[in-house]
């Protein structure tokens, strides 16, 4: 019954709750959710939902995710650090990410993805997220798995 709500107010008002309406003709879907909060505390939205808007950079069908391999790569130390992590085969599709290296989401050749566990994932985005280098990067984990290698 809510969903009913939430559509008819977006066919009709073009928002709901501060969700705007995919601008997608035809699309009554609400926008993706960013995952940021405004300086207030509000949700942001993005102008499409998330189907328009991964189809948009060529990732519907997650089609980088072919090059994820069954185990976290940073067991070499890459990143800085060994990864330990203990990655269970029938849960590995959660917890193993296909990162790209130089944080390019439109750069999806092979030489830039890398499988890292959600913990490594989530420091290297924070400890190496502002680099767009690839050269660059490659050679920082290269250095940091001789030194933990």
């Known amino acids: 019954m809510s969903g009913q709500r939430i559509f008819r107010d977006l066919i009709t008002h073009g928002t709901y709750k501060g ?3 995919c601008i997608h003709e035809g699309c009554n879907k ?4 960013v995952g940021n909060k405004r300086k207030d505390g509000t949700k942001m939205y993005r102008k499409t939902c ?3 808007h991964f189809t ?4 519907c069908g997650w089609a980088y995710k072919k090059y994820r391999k069954t185990y976290c790569e940073n067991v070499d130390g890459r990143l800085g650090f060994v990864c330990t992590t203990t990655i269970i085969a029938e849960h590995a599709e959660n917890m ?7 944080n390019n989401h439109d ?6 993805m890398q ?8 420091i290297k985005t924070r400890t190496m997220g502002h680099l767009t280098s690839l050269s660059y990067i490659k050679k920082l984990m290269i250095r940091n798995a ?3 290698g």
């Open 96 to 102: 193993l990410d296909t990162d790209h290296i130089n």
């Open 115 to 122: 499988t890292l566990c959600a913990c490594c994932h989530r």
């Open 50 to 52: 998330a189907k328009h």
């Open 146 to 148: 001789q030194n933990h």
């Open 107 to 112: 750069d999806n050749r092979k030489v830039n």
């Open 19 to 21: 969700r705007p309406k």
């Open 56 to 59: 948009q950079y060529g990732i």
């Open 30 to 33: 609400p926008g993706h959710n």
